[in-house]
């Protein structure tokens, strides 16, 4: 009996095991299969087809290949590779674009797709940790400060309101060159146009025409601006290869570090001393400008509405997106003007039709003077302000052009190549305002894309009514109170450019000023 028992034990122990073995024969043979199958196909499926563009090497990619003027090398690559070109700068994945029609798809059709910006080094250190909007990803937060700086500083009203302060400063710039012209001096116009630009927004942002006019040492803002600028615009290698970062070879970390400490003691002795004005510590009342603006917004249970460190990057996105920009614009439209007298008679014949010579240019002058309005657009189609614009990111995986372009690619625009492309432009490096005389003349932008000086779509420039007044009226008042020629130790204008996040002159333009205008109109 306890054999027959022990035997149908045994018996059921060999059949469970059979069974059990089959079942684990099956699973390894269907995980066999698929394992294969996925094998198979992705050996045998068409890859994702990239965009074409130059072979890289391993590790860096394309990095080394740029170069120090990017934008002239890219320029090349698009003529080889097409209009959409694919790079690999390092470990990021980067595609580059130079046709109204690109432009159009990812600012248009596929805004929701291209709208976000990549999180950079500089951004972390310089930029407050993406609480601006300039370069903040998309999102709430970018979102919410873009509208409240819209709604606050750049309505039509606000702009109007402070056209006076504006017109201020416009005057005071005529003052110091008459001065310069009277005493025989050659004026350097990059300190000119970064000096009116930096003023008219002080007066905007701090109620007056310095950050640091109250501490005891002021401060050259205007230096702190162009590191800024120069900081945005380098290729830090932490960015594109995060494993040599900590390393710093360049040294550009320490220097954002110690740019940021610089902004940082500006501002928070602005925002302190806007405290104590409002609250009577200190003398003056309470000032109308931006950073009371912001200080005042109600917030929850008592709470202040923004944090500190927005209210810093709100301040610097302003400064930053407003001053360069124009300025850059500005010595370039001059420059070509300055190699062409013909244009500068024809712009001062507007000038006097319009205005006259028994009083100043004013900024509702400025859409009775389509020649002007020429002249800066052909200044934005040959001379960006910046090459690449602001980078962007890509948020999901799409197709552009029937490429395949994955999420978290770089998106950068080249609006440098853009303006020379002789698909688009006849004699495109030639300077010709003239080429804009039959075309809508109402504003800066191109409806058809062929330029592109302030962005498209979500992420277009904000300020670019205030930004093409500043440029617009800045011309129109150096033409209007003077003639305009080189010093006699120039004999001609080096047109090249120093790369970088804005797109100045390699060499600064230094021009001879004499006075046109009856004497009171100077005072
Ligand atoms: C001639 C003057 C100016 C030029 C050429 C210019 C150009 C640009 C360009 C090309 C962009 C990137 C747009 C994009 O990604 O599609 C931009 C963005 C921006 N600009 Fe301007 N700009 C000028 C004036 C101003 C002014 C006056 C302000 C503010 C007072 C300003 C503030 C900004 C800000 C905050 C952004 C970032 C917008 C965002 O990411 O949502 N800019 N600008």
Not at 186 to 192: A, G, K, L, P, Y
Not at 251 to 265: A, I, N, Q, S, Y
Not at 338 to 358: A, H, P, T, Y
Not at 429 to 443: D, I, S, T, V
Request: hydrophobic share 40%; aromatic share 8%; glycine share 6%.
């Amino acid at each position: 009996m306890d054999t027959l028992v022990s035997l149908e034990l045994f018996g059921g122990v060999v059949w469970n095991w059979v069974q059990e073995s089959r079942l684990l024969m099956t699973t390894c043979s269907v995980l066999v299969a698929l394992v294969s199958s996925v094998f198979l196909f992705s050996r045998f499926r068409k890859p994702l087809q990239l965009p074409p563009g130059p072979k890289g090497l391993p590790f860096v990619g394309n990095l080394l290949q740029l170069g120090s003027l990017p934008h002239k090398t890219v320029t090349e690559l698009h003529k080889k590779y097409g209009h959409l070109v694919y790079l690999r700068l390092g470990s990021v994945q980067t595609i580059v674009m130079d046709s109204p029609e690109l432009f159009r798809e990812i600012t248009r059709e596929q805004d929701n797709v291209f709208s976000s910006r990549p999180h950079l080094t500089f951004t972390e250190l310089v930029a407050y940790d993406a609480h601006d909007f300039a370069m903040a990803p998309y999102g709430p937060h970018w979102r919410h400060v873009r509208k409240i700086c819209v709604h606050e500083l750049l309505t039509n009203k606000r702009l109007e309101s402070t056209a006076g302060e504006r017109k201020e400063e416009w005057r005071c710039m005529v003052k110091a060159i008459l001065e310069a012209a009277n005493s025989g001096d050659v004026v350097d116009m990059r300190d000119v146009f970064a000096g009116v630009s930096m003023t008219v927004m002080c007066r905007m942002l701090v109620g007056r025409r310095d950050f640091s006019a109250r501490e005891d040492k002021p401060r050259d803002f205007k230096h702190l601006i162009h590191e800024l600028f120069r900081l945005m615009g380098v290729l830090n290698l932490r960015d594109f290869v995060p494993a040599l970062g900590w390393l710093d070879l360049q040294g550009f970390e320490r220097d954002m570090r110690k740019l940021r400490r610089e902004f940082d003691e500006v501002f928070d002795a602005v925002i302190q001393e806007h405290r104590d004005l409002a609250s009577g510590k200190l003398p003056g009342g309470k000032p109308n400008d931006f950073i009371s603006v912001l200080l005042d917004l109600p917030g929850e249970n008592g709470e202040p509405h923004l944090d500190e460190k927005t209210i810093k990057a709100l301040l610097q996105d302003m400064l930053a997106g407003a001053t360069d920009t124009s300025a850059v614009t500005n010595e370039w439209a001059m420059a070509e003007i300055i190699r062409n007298q013909e244009i500068q008679r024809k712009l001062q014949n507007e000038l006097d039709s319009v205005v006259g010579r028994d009083r100043n240019v004013q900024e509702s002058d400025l859409p009775n003077m389509p020649y002007l309005m020429c002249i800066t657009k052909e200044t934005f189609r040959l001379h960006p302000a910046g090459p690449f614009g602001i980078p962007r990111e890509t948020m999901a995986d799409t197709k552009l052009n029937g490429y395949h372009v994955p999420k978290g690619t770089r998106v950068l625009m080249n609006f440098y190549s853009l303006g020379r492309n002789p698909e688009i432009w006849a004699d495109p490096l030639e300077f010709k305002p003239e080429r804009w005389e039959r075309e809508n003349l109402a504003q800066v932008q191109d409806p058809e894309f062929r330029i592109f000086p302030f962005g498209n779509g979500r992420r277009q420039c904000p300020g670019y009514i205030l930004g093409s007044s500043m440029v617009l009226s800045t011309l129109a008042t150096l033409y209007h109170g003077f003639n305009w020629s080189l010093p006699p130790d120039v004999a001609r204008i080096d047109m090249d450019e120093a790369f970088g996040c804005t797109l100045p002159m390699r060499t600064r333009l230094r021009a001879v000023a004499t006075p046109r205008l009856p004497p009171y109109l100077y005072a």
